[in-house]
C-alpha cells in the first residue's frame, strides 16, 4: 500500500454510514474535514478514542469541522460496540477494506506490539467498559487520520505508529482554528 502525502486532493469516499445515509467526501467541500480510520468495532482504543472525540465534536462542528470515522468491520457489529456511543458524526463500514487501501492504511505487527508499552490508555479504555469482543479485519491494523481542507486537499496525512496512535487533539484543534483556503474555481 502506498501512503498518501500532503497536498494531493483526498481519495474520494463515496459510501454510506451504518445507517444507510450517504457520505461523501465531495459533498463536504468547503468544510474542513478529519477523516479516520480505525480497527473494529469492539476495539478498546478505538472506543476510547470516538468517546473523546464526541465530547469534542460540538466546538469542532461549530467552527466547520465534519468527522467521519471508518472501521474494519460490519454496520451490524458496529452498531453492537462503537455504535452504542450514538455518536454525533457519521461511523462508516468498511468490512472490505476499500477505502483503507485507498488510503494506504497499514497493518503492523509492531504496531500492535508497541501498543501493550501504553497500559495507561489501555486502562482508561477497560475502565469506560471497552472491552475487546470480537475481532473483525486485521488484528494489526495500525490507525490512521486525514485531514482535509475546504478544497479537499490533504493537509496532514498521520499514520498511527501503534495500535492506539491518532493525530494528537491538539493539532486538529490548530488545523479547526486556521483560516479556510478555499480556492475559486
Request: net charge neutral; charged share 20%; proline share 6%.
Amino acid at each position: 500500500m502506498t501512503r498518501l502525502t500532503e497536498g494531493q486532493l483526498a481519495p474520494d469516499l463515496e459510501t454510506v454510514d451504518l445507517f444507510g445515509a450517504p457520505v461523501s467526501l465531495t459533498a463536504l467541500r468547503g468544510r474542513k474535514v478529519l477523516l479516520s480510520f480505525y480497527r473494529y468495532a469492539s476495539c478498546p482504543l478505538c472506543n476510547l478514542r470516538v468517546h473523546n472525540m464526541i465530547g469534542r465534536h460540538a466546538a469542532w462542528s461549530a467552527q466547520g469541522l465534519d468527522v467521519l470515522a471508518v472501521f474494519q468491520s460490519s454496520a451490524a457489529d458496529i452498531g453492537k460496540h462503537v455504535g452504542r456511543q450514538d455518536a454525533p458524526f457519521p461511523i462508516v463500514p468498511d468490512g472490505s477494506m476499500r477505502h483503507y487501501k485507498r488510503y494506504g492504511v497499514e497493518t503492523s505487527w509492531l504496531g500492535f506490539l508497541k501498543a501493550g508499552l501504553r497500559p495507561d490508555i489501555l486502562m482508561k479504555a477497560f475502565a469506560q467498559g471497552y472491552l475487546p469482543a470480537m475481532f473483525n479485519g486485521p488484528l494489526n491494523r495500525v490507525p490512521a487520520d486525514f485531514l482535509i481542507d475546504e478544497n479537499g486537499r490533504l493537509v496532514r496525512c498521520y499514520y498511527g505508529a501503534d495500535v492506539g496512535d491518532h493525530l494528537p487533539f491538539d493539532d486538529i484543534d490548530a488545523f479547526v482554528a486556521r483560516q479556510p483556503t478555499l480556492v475559486s474555481s
